[in-house]
């Protein structure tokens, strides 16, 4: 299903002047500098919204008990052994290295985390999820919202999907290190992302149940892990707006990974699972999810995850959506390889826009490219493992290149157009690694 996110956000912005949308949690100023440069409505006419009575927040799952943090500070309850994982913050990055030879599905061990505060360990039995807002049917309020436990939702046909959570900013630190770019966020290399079998139940199925109805457009699920605080002010916990159109097409209610149910640092028990969208869409740990029959903001859909810069228009680009295209060595950076001996070298590559159907390798700087032999069935939300044999000469540095190409026409450039929060980095990447002589 296409969902066209510009369109629909004018049309939400638009609402939103008429006073029929609710932003909590994001300033009426934000609201208007994206309304009067979407044209929405012009800066002089710019009336505030009327600001709707406040919908707090319903009263949630039963508060987590504080998360142990094996590593200070990271606030991640699984072990992050330097050799799998590179911290950033309350963050885990994977080493690419460490996925050679894994297999199509990213074991939990090591795949990374993305935690905008700290992994709340949430007891399954004690867990609920509750619906409610004015797109359900008599519009329930937050106190008296459609609940579900674990045991409703396993009871309900299940589904399997194998799909890939990317953050969108992934790559980001190449805007610096390749183009000189100065963005902001989580200097991530190429590892803020993780291919994993989920199962689940389509969130569309809950919907029906929960008594969704044909005024719905917007719901928002939210996390229950602690309010996310930035330069000092509390923004509410983790949620991010989701047109009904795609809840209602291939999001599911995932409880399990790879097999097992939910680890806790990737949303045990159920968390949110948006195929080929921008990793903050999967919303983990949700305790509520808001059906409105109103368009919703939060900072989530308007500061961030929207490409802002001086390519940008003034308001940003529409909410992200889909993911871009990648594709990344599983070398760590400075690998060193001997001269004369064949080496295999291996690496994946996705897409947010389809399947992966080509990709080539350069192992000379760029000057000259190899077909390498795509291991997968091309197939969308997922990554396709490649090889290419490599038998290098002369000793001394030498940089490694892929570039895929997906179904939807879509080709890695050589540069991409910057942001100022570095998200959507799809240019070919430059790997850098050593040859010696050999032993
Ligand atoms: N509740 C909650 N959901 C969340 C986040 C969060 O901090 N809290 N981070 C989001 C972001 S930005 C990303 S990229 C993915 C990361 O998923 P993972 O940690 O399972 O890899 O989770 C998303 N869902
Ligand atoms: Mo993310």
């Known amino acids: 299903m296409r969902i066209d996110e510009s369109a629909y956000d004018r049309h939400r912005l638009g609402q939103w ?9 994001v300033s009426r100023r934000t609201l208007l500098r994206l309304a009067v440069a979407a044209g929405v409505v012009t800066a ?4 505030p919204a009327r600001a709707t009575a406040g919908t707090t ?48 599905h990213t074991p939990a061990d090591r795949f990374f985390v993305r935690n905008h505060t700290s992994t709340p360990r949430i007891d399954a039995d004690d867990w609920r999820l509750r619906l409610w807002g004015s797109g359900l049917r008599g519009a ?18 299940s589904v399997t999907l194998d799909a890939f959570v990317e953050c969108a900013g992934n790559g980001r630190s190449y805007f610096t290190s390749q183009q000189g770019a100065t963005v902001t966020g989580t200097a991530w290399t190429l590892g803020a992302i993780g291919t994993a079998r989920w199962r689940g139940v389509p969130l569309a199925a809950v919907l029906r149940l929960a008594g969704l109805t044909r005024s719905a457009v917007d719901l928002q699920p939210r996390g229950l892990d602690d309010e996310y605080v930035a330069d000092g002010v509390s923004l509410g916990r983790v949620r991010r707006p989701l047109p009904v159109a795609k809840a209602l097409d291939d999001v599911i209610l995932a409880y399990e990974m790879n097999g097992e149910p939910l680890p806790y640092d990737h949303g045990h ?9 921008v990793g903050i869409s999967s919303i983990k740990w949700v305790g509520d999810i808001e059906v409105a029959d109103q368009p919703l903001y939060s900072p989530w859909n308007t500061d961030f995850y929207r490409l802002f810069g001086p390519a940008h228009p003034p308001e940003g680009s529409a909410p992200l959506t889909r993911q871009t295209l990648k594709s990344a060595f599983e070398t760590g950076a400075g690998a060193t390889f001997a001269a004369g001996v064949e080496h295999r070298l291996t690496g994946r590559s996705w897409s947010g826009a389809g399947a992966v159907r080509q990709v080539e390798v350069s192992t000379d700087g760029g ?19 490649w090889s290419v044999p490599w038998r290098p000469t002369a000793p001394g540095p030498a940089a490694l290149l892929a570039r895929a190409t997906d179904t939807a026409g879509r080709v890695q450039p050589d540069t991409t157009t910057p942001n100022t929060q570095g998200y959507l980095f799809d240019a070919v990447v430059r790997h850098p690694v050593t040859v010696v002589a050999p032993v």
């Open 44 to 47: 002089s006419a710019g009336r």
């Open 140 to 157: 329930p309020g937050p106190d008296r919202a459609v609940e579900f436990g674990l045991r409703d939702l396993r009871r309900l046909p």
């Open 17 to 25: 002047l008429a006073g029929e949308a609710r932003a909590e949690g």
């Open 57 to 104: 927040a319903p009263a949630s799952a039963p508060s987590p008990a504080p998360a142990a943090d094996p590593v200070p500070g990271s606030g991640i309850v699984k072990p992050l052994p330097p050799e799998l994982f590179t911290i950033r913050g309350t963050n885990a990055e994977t080493n690419w290295a460490t996925l050679r030879g894994t297999g199509f």
């Open 367 to 385: 000057a000259t490219w190899l077909r390498a032999d795509l291991h997968d069935r091309p197939r969308a939300h997922a990554w396709s493992r």
């Open 269 to 277: 028990p159920v968390r949110v699972l948006v195929p080929s969208w």
